[in-house]
């Protein structure tokens, strides 16, 4: 595929235009994770694992392509927005004059590379699928979080305590990861697994905290009248 040029620019650079303007409107709907700073990161981190891999051309410009639309979705929907984004992304390359079997390449790789739960088939797919997880293994993990949950807190319309969502993302997320062999297998391949586990650890202590803070708190005192030791609650 010969690289394609759209008002003067490559069309990794037209497109990245594109999505900016969408994405744009994220905060105000309440994505404050799934925003232009989140796939401008998937982007970039596709970019370093495709020169780790030593790939190029039209699978190179897939991967970018496909990282940038791949959240595009969640403007319209969260639930299956996966191929809300890819067909958002036919659109966009249909109206430059993309190759129809390009366009199936970026499709395949926003559908099957960042569906929940992941499920890579092959290289391309696992590069974009540890992309858009890159942040598990990093020291920023928690930031992150944090900013995932305010999303949520939005898109639910409730406050979700600590302890709920630390819980929820150890034992429904990273637990689940930690279980899904081809998911394991993209993330061992580019030398991820070491730092997952590290926050998965530091989420673990984490959680024993909170849960301690959340006990009641009780003193033991001895009852005379039954003669026996009993509690009562600390002032």
């Known amino acids: 595929m010969e690289t394609v040029v759209k008002n003067g620019h490559k069309i990794e650079e037209e497109a990245l235009r594109d999505v900016r303007r969408m994405l744009s409107y994220a905060e105000s709907l309440g994505l404050h994770y799934h925003n232009i700073e989140h796939t401008v990161g998937v982007a970039k981190e596709a970019g370093r694992l495709a020169d780790i891999e030593g790939i190029g051309g039209s699978d190179r410009t897939h991967l970018t392509l496909a990282a940038l639309y791949h959240d595009t979705g969640m403007l319209i929907r969260q639930k299956g927005h996966e191929e809300v984004g890819a067909a958002i992304a036919r659109n966009w390359l249909e109206s430059s004059q993309y190759g129809n079997q390009d366009i199936k390449e970026v499709e395949r790789l926003i559908v099957f590379g960042t569906r929940m739960p992941p499920n890579p088939r092959d290289l391309l797919e696992e590069i974009i699928c540890a992309s858009d997880h890159r942040n598990i293994c990093k020291p920023e993990f928690f930031s992150d979080n944090i900013r995932l949950k305010r999303e949520r807190e939005a898109l639910e319309g409730r406050q979700i305590p600590m302890l709920e969502w630390y819980a929820a993302t150890r034992d429904g997320y990273l637990e689940a990861l930690l279980k899904n062999e081809r998911f394991m297998h993209a993330i061992r391949r580019f030398g991820m697994e070491s730092g997952m ?37 600390r002032t």
């Not at 009641?216 to 026996?228: C, L, M, N």
């Open 197 to 233: 586990r590290e926050n998965y650890s530091k989420l673990s202590t984490l959680i024993e905290d909170l849960a301690l803070d959340n006990l009641p708190r009780y003193v033991p005192r001895t009852d005379s009248t039954f003669g026996r030791l009993s509690t009562a609650r």
